[in-house]
């Protein structure tokens, strides 16, 4: 696994450059709050702290930049950069970031691992390897169950990926760490929140577990944290009524 | 089982899955799953658990990442029954 060490190297160099500027363009630039964010922040600290195995967060997914917003209201800047190890491998639609050299490394600097929905299989194979072995090295990995986003503005169940089951199935112990995001303003799926908008994130913490066996067994773990993630939004959406 | 026989079954089970009808016309080994057929890829596990079903074996995680067209899926099934 020699291109996650080299990758790892790179990106833990160079942080302390990139990442303050990034999330201060989060915060004064576009304007993005964060709701109960100290609240947030200790909820993952405390999750972390108490899970001792593997941890994969996986996330509903309305924007091109919700991995970094995910991780930005999770994590101060400071810490991420104190414990790189908590900025977690993520795994970016290939063709929303293959449109120049620059798009190419900010995403290798953000511990993306590009995946092609839709691409040949053992491309996907070697991706979904690759998030596992991060994973059993006790590396914190984020991926988005639904592959793209959602074009309902929804969680879809339907368009879920078994590839998150594969994962979890080949890594003993992996717990899933479901965060649901939303912005108030945010309606549908889009490339970006609206400028000034509030995000607000929920967190729960679940252990799919199945009896079955081979593809089945994948399709029943992915279904169980898609499962939880529609929870997640009815409990949203009911708390805005 | 025949070669031939395999591939009538994998494109009837693939029929309700491809969004491609023309495609699925004029099928052959050559064929794309994804590509060509249009298949969903978040339904490919549906896909190879009806393949499991049908024929009465197991298909391994691993086994699908070698498949890619109509013929890499007979070729797996032959060599599996």
Request: net charge neutral; hydrophobic share 40%.
């Amino acid at each position: 696994m020699g291109l996650h060490t080299v990758q790892r190297a790179v990106v833990t160099l160079l942080a302390p450059l990139w990442l303050p500027l990034a999330a201060g363009y989060l915060r004064f630039g576009a304007r993005y709050r964060v709701a109960d964010l100290q609240e947030l922040r200790c909820e993952f600290d405390r999750i972390r702290s108490e899970t001792r195995g593997p941890l994969l967060l996986c996330s509903n997914h309305l924007t091109l930049i919700d991995s970094f917003l995910i991780l930005w209201a999770l994590r101060s800047p400071w810490k991420l950069i104190t414990d790189w190890d908590s900025f977690a491998w993520n795994t970016p639609e290939r063709t929303n970031f293959a449109g120049s050299p620059l798009h190419g490394v900010l995403t290798y600097l953000a511990k993306c691992i590009p995946i092609t929905r839709g691409g040949r299989r053992e491309d996907t194979g070697s991706v979904l390897k690759r998030v596992a072995y991060l994973l059993s090295r006790r590396e914190l990995a984020l991926i988005f169950p639904e592959g793209g986003r959602s074009r309902s503005g929804r969680v879809e169940p339907e368009n879920a990926a078994w590839g998150v089951g594969r994962i979890v199935g080949s890594v003993p112990n992996c717990r899933v760490l479901c965060i649901y995001l939303r912005g108030d303003a945010q309606e549908t799926w889009g490339n970006f929140p609206e400028h000034g908008d509030t995000l607000r994130l929920k967190l729960a913490c679940i252990e799919p577990k199945s009896d079955l066996r081979g593809a089945r067994r994948s399709r029943d773990l992915a279904r169980q944290i898609t499962a939880q993630l529609v929870q997640m939004e009815t409990e949203y959406f009911d708390g805005r009524q | 089982m025949e070669q031939s026989e395999v591939l009538e079954r994998v494109v009837k089970i693939l029929t309700p899955w491809a969004k491609n009808e023309a495609a699925l016309a004029s099928v052959a080994m050559e064929t794309s799953i994804l590509d060509d057929l249009k298949v969903n890829s978040a339904r490919l596990v549906d896909v190879v658990i009806a393949f499991e079903d049908d024929f009465d074996i197991e298909i391994a995680d691993e086994d699908v990442d070698s498949v890619n067209t109509v013929g890499d899926a007979v070729n797996l099934i032959v060599a599996k029954l």
